[in-house]
């Protein structure tokens, strides 16, 4: 692709689509929000309702006025403002596929991609509960994991599908070694890091799940969690080509901003799984 061929906001629409595909953290959280994004340390709003009272209805009797739900708003602050800036040499690019930018903008969204889902694993600490288990292995881990569906429908989280469980790698092994059927369909298969499920909750697997680690043990900070717990907001606000000054070559730059908050902490409830080394 030559400099002269660069539209923006088609490139801007490509790196937007490729993110979608290489997200799991982000996918998995609610991305309705009001506002617009200008720059960091801008602000949008995530918007809700209260909850429904019901009453007892007594025939050929008339309701009582309808209730008037109380609405609430949490703000999302766009914190986070992450770059990137490479070149591709006049002669990489003559001796090489035509595509060559296009897979320097897919690995550009792969690096924006693991950078924001880091981010959003960094917010464990904001979970509205906890379940340990010191000593995980094969024999336990489904236990614990039933445990955490367990503690989301004592928090009126009634549907199992709207429960998302994110691991790492090691305790997707685990899981494996537990030799249990781990259902999925074909449409489930396609989507970036999906295992499988177990007691109707999507099991997510992430190389990007927070960790602490000494000699003798890792303590991994997995997720149990409804796709709305976790408020997530993003734009890419530039992205540009240009040709550097000292340097025959094509390059591009763009900024993503973004902002994540846990705003239903009684949904989310953290893993705090231990595997001896």
């Known amino acids: 692709m030559a400099i002269t061929n660069f539209i923006s906001t088609v490139w801007s629409e490509n790196l937007y689509n490729q993110l979608d595909k290489q997200y799991i953290a982000v996918k998995n959280c609610n991305r309705d929000y009001e506002g617009e994004i200008k720059g960091k340390g801008s602000s949008v709003k995530i918007c809700g309702v209260g909850d429904v009272n019901v009453f007892e209805y007594t025939k050929d009797t008339d309701m009582s006025t309808p209730e008037t739900l109380s609405d609430s708003v949490r703000t999302l602050t766009i914190d986070q403002a992450k ?30 991609a693991n950078t924001a889902d880091t981010y959003i694993y960094s917010l464990y600490g ?35 599908s709207s429960i998302i469980i994110e ?50 043990a890792t303590t991994y900070k997995c997720i149990a969690r409804t796709k709305r717990a976790i408020a997530f907001a993003e734009q890419l606000s530039e992205i540009d080509a240009y040709r550097p000054e000292r340097r025959f070559a094509d390059a591009v730059k763009g900024l993503h901003l973004y902002g994540a908050k846990v705003v239903y902490p009684t949904e989310m409830v953290l893993l705090d799984l231990t595997v001896s080394a």
């Open 126 to 160: 904001s979970a509205g509960s906890t379940i340990k288990n010191e000593s995980t292995t094969a024999s336990n881990i489904i236990t614990t994991i039933i445990d955490a569906r367990t503690k989301l429908y004592e928090n009126n989280v009634s549907d199992a």
């Open 83 to 112: 770059g990137f800036n490479f070149q591709i040499d006049d002669i990489d690019r003559a001796q090489s596929s035509p595509k060559l930018m296009d897979m320097a903008m897919k690995n550009a969204a792969d690096a924006l």
């Open 167 to 216: 691991v790492s790698p090691q305790i997707a092994a685990l899981i494996l070694k537990a030799k249990i059927d781990i259902s999925s369909s074909n449409s489930d298969s396609l989507e970036s890091g999906l295992l499988g499920s177990i007691g109707g909750c999507k099991i997510y697997v992430s190389n990007n799940i927070a960790k602490t680690t000494s000699d003798s």
